[in-house]
């Protein structure tokens, strides 16, 4: 049975676990960052405006989404300003999924069509690009370092920027790299001696493993990552032992059998 080290924040992990295990993978739950509420209540207000102020938010996650309808849920006209015409653009299936429990309708989301190489910015624009004009308002909902400050700058606000929409961002929750423990990090040699297979869908989990583990050679280290840039990243530091997956699980499942 192959060992296959999940490494997404405990609020998404179910997800991968159930799958991994039912395709007979023993999965273990390796949480390598944390998230918590952010938002204060005049925080709310402002990012109230915001939305109704935009003609399309972008949430950059599940979570993204999962956090701002919790900090927001006094003051649902939010979700009305969708239900009236606004767009709600995501990058995946799980934020997809999310916006819609929240309950912006299905005719509202925009996300890479089924088919996408790849499940992120740029074919999310050849989804929007024809909405976009310039003077249009985009509000970008992400998550927040340590200190509050609103994380990235991606290839999608560039893009936009360039042909002279309005962009803004707002912090929904706080990420913060899980602080491993002594017997952790000595769990993490054991798993690269054990040949288990890690997962990563984030660059900042790649980034909490690899700072509070500075002495382990990643080289013998085996991964299944789910953009090209975490591979560029993680090749960088080490790892020798890599696989893409593309989007779905059984895209992941054949990657991870792969590295066996």
């Not at 935009?54 to 649902?76: D, I």
């Not at 995501?90 to 925009?110: E, F, H, K, N, V």
Request: proline residues 5%; charged residues 15%; aromatic residues 6%.
């Amino acid at each position: 049975m192959q060992q296959v080290i999940v490494t997404r924040p405990e609020q998404d992990a179910a997800a991968w676990m159930g799958a991994l295990q039912e395709a007979g993978c023993q999965a273990s739950l390796f949480p390598l960052l944390d998230l918590s509420d952010l938002m204060t209540a005049q925080e709310v207000q402002h990012a109230t405006h915001l939305v109704l102020q935009s003609q399309a938010v972008m949430f950059v996650s599940a979570n993204a989404v999962r956090f701002l309808a919790k900090a927001m849920a006094p003051t649902p006209a939010w979700l009305a300003h969708f239900q009236q015409g606004a767009r709600a653009w995501c990058t995946g299936p799980g934020t997809a999924a999310a916006l819609l429990a929240c309950g912006i309708p299905a005719s509202q989301i925009d996300q890479p069509a089924s088919d996408a190489a790849q499940l992120d910015s740029e074919s999310l624009w050849q989804v929007v690009s024809p909405q976009v004009s310039a003077d249009m308002r985009v509000l970008f909902i992400r998550g927040a370092d340590a200190t509050g400050a609103i994380a990235g700058r991606d290839w999608l606000v560039q893009k936009l920027e360039s042909l002279q929409v309005q962009v803004q961002a707002i912090a929904a929750y706080r990420r913060l790299p899980a602080v491993l423990t002594p017997t952790q990090r000595r769990q993490v040699s054991n798993f690269i001696d054990q040949q288990a297979v890690w997962l990563f869908s984030s660059s900042a989990a790649i980034e909490s493993l690899m700072s509070q583990c500075p002495g382990i050679d990643w080289s013998q280290a085996k991964a299944v990552v789910t953009h090209p840039r975490m591979a560029h990243l993680a090749q960088k530091s080490g790892w020798r032992h890599l696989a893409i997956a593309a989007p779905g699980i059984g895209s992941m499942l054949a990657s991870i059998k792969s590295l066996v």
